[in-house]
């Protein structure tokens, strides 16, 4: 298996389908195929050979799509970068990764900005925007026209597909590593559970440099669909491309679902095309599920559940569990069942597999799993054993193989669909000049699912309020990972050994959500 066969067999049976819109720009899967093609071409004269990292800091636009296609075209491992990274941590992710040549368009500008002297050297920064290439960067729509078509060096199955960095909980950023075969499967396991048919429009409003963004597009290629981009999320934007491209499939969080339905020209805007939305990445709550089959009565829902290291997708909830009968019998709660290339256990703290109904800890199994952490073996060797995946999150399984999310073992807060570890929020507020402790947890929040929340202890004396939290926080770490409410106490409650208690902390917030997925 190998992700450009996608693209190879899309050309081939639809060469003059509508294969991307962006804008007003439009191309067929011909177009495209050729300038896959042509960017290898020119990658490949870059220096980019089979194995390399090549960075790809990009918003949702065909030429980022291009741009994934042509890394896996020239053999190369493709690194997708979070736009939303701190000057300081895409200095790391750089470094960490070795990534020698980068691909960047006009929203990327600004970090790449504010992270010059943090840019590990030699870096080839090539520009994919629309304007004119800034100081500094190559031209990326002049290298592909001077550059040969290269042949595609058809790297495959095992063989390192994608790096994702993800949070980590020692505060530093880990790289995971996702093989062309598991995501192929993951992608094939993923159309099947959903439903999805093939040739449609499909709107891509994900983040495409997240994992569940990409496993949209892989899914769409797999379809050979018309990849509709929505550059910057919005909801009337998407709204006005739903009536106007009659689209057919796309995917949210729960975050830019309820932006949908709040929108003050949802009521008013023809849906009508609209047949299967799918959703995940972070907690959705029984309110907005029901608003959102009441409002959008026409269209199946389909919940997928999985993480980074599951490349994106291990476990689906289908539409029959989001139906009137679905729900009467509370299937609506679980995150849903295995997919057809993925399989889920439940055990004990001493790893022993656990009966239906039993709370344990969820591991998972299947192609899709990571083939580990990027030079990190023994932080590969702890989430690994005999091909399971130590997730983190603890749940259980009834009797039909519905699996519940129950909480989370790791401290870990999905807040809009953005993956934020504790330990990384707590090191930048306890540089605070005045705070002695600091816990940080997640904590219920209708518009993001969970929002980041630090509890603080003051050293005595110390003057120090919510906004100077926040403000110390921000040029340090992601603003999606500075705390939205800080909380101040005298003391924290430990343990007979002094050990910390979060769950105390966190406890109050999450008493009556009985829905918690992530």
């Known amino acids: 298996m190998q992700l450009t066969q996608s693209l190879h067999k899309a050309r081939r049976e639809h060469p003059d389908r509508t294969a991307t819109i962006c804008g007003a720009r439009r191309q067929t899967y011909a177009e495209l195929f050729a300038r896959v093609q042509r960017l290898a071409g020119a990658l490949r004269r870059l220096g980019v050979q089979p194995g390399d990292r090549l960075g790809v800091l990009c918003g949702n636009t065909d030429r980022c799509l291009e741009a994934f296609y042509a890394a896996w075209w020239a053999g190369a491992i493709l690194h997708p970068i979070n736009l939303r990274l701190s000057p300081e941590e895409l200095g790391f992710v750089l470094e960490d990764s070795d990534t020698r040549v980068l691909l960047a368009d006009d929203a990327a500008l600004p970090l790449m900005a504010a992270a010059r002297a943090r840019i590990p050297q030699p870096l080839t920064a090539v520009y994919l925007g629309e304007e004119r290439a800034p100081a500094g960067f190559l031209d990326g729509h002049a290298l592909p026209q001077a550059a040969s078509a290269l042949p595609d060096a058809r790297a495959g199955g095992e063989q390192p597909a994608v790096l994702f960095y993800t949070g980590g909980t020692t505060g530093r950023a ?197 083939q580990g952490y990027w030079r990190q073996p023994e932080l590969t060797a702890q989430a690994l054993h005999d091909g399971w995946m130590r997730t983190g999150d603890a749940g259980r399984l009834d009797a039909h193989g519905l699996l519940y999310i129950v909480d989370r073992l790791k401290d870990m807060i999905v807040t809009g669909g953005e993956n934020v570890y504790s330990v990384e929020v707590e090191a930048a507020v306890l540089s605070l000049p005045g705070v002695a402790q600091c816990a940080v947890f997640g904590v219920p929040d209708a518009q993001w699912g969970e929002r980041v929340h630090a509890v603080l202890v003051l050293q005595a004396g110390a003057q120090v309020d919510e906004a100077a939290v926040i403000a110390h926080c921000r040029p340090r770490i992601a603003g999606y990972k500075c705390p939205r409410s800080v909380e101040f106490r005298s003391e924290m409650p430990v343990s007979g050994a002094g050990k910390l208690l979060k769950y105390r902390l966190r406890a109050p917030y999450w008493e009556g959500q009985a829905r918690r997925v992530g």
């Not at 495409?208 to 990849?227: N, P, R, S, Y």
């Not at 550059?231 to 309820?258: G, K, Q, S, W, Y």
């Not at 009966?355 to 998972?364: A, D, N, V």
């Open 174 to 370: 880990k790289g995971v590593v996702l093989t062309h075969a598991g995501l192929y499967a993951s992608t094939l396991a993923s159309v099947c559970v959903a439903g999805r048919a093939p040739g449609v429009v499909c709107l891509h409003a994900l983040p495409m440099f997240h994992v569940g963004g990409m496993a949209v597009v892989l899914q769409a290629m797999a379809c050979a669909d018309t990849q509709l981009m929505l550059p910057v999320f919005h909801p009337d934007a998407f709204l006005d491309l739903i009536a106007h491209e009659r689209v057919v499939e796309a995917a949210l969080v729960p975050t830019m679902l309820r932006r949908v339905l709040d929108a003050p020209a949802f009521g008013a805007s023809d849906l009508s095309s609209l047949q299967r939305l799918f959703y995940g990445a972070s907690p959705i709550d029984g309110t907005l599920l029901a608003q959102t089959v009441e409002r959008m009565p026409g269209v199946e829902l389909t919940q997928f559940y999985g993480m980074t290291e599951t490349s994106g997708i291990a476990v689906a909830l289908p539409h029959r569990c989001h139906t009137a009968q679905g729900r009467a019998q509370g299937f609506h709660l679980a995150a849903g069942l295995a997919t057809p290339c993925c399989e889920v256990r439940i055990v004990d703290a001493d790893g022993d597999e656990l009966p239906t109904g039993r709370i344990g800890e969820i591991e998972l199994r299947g192609p899709g799993v990571m």
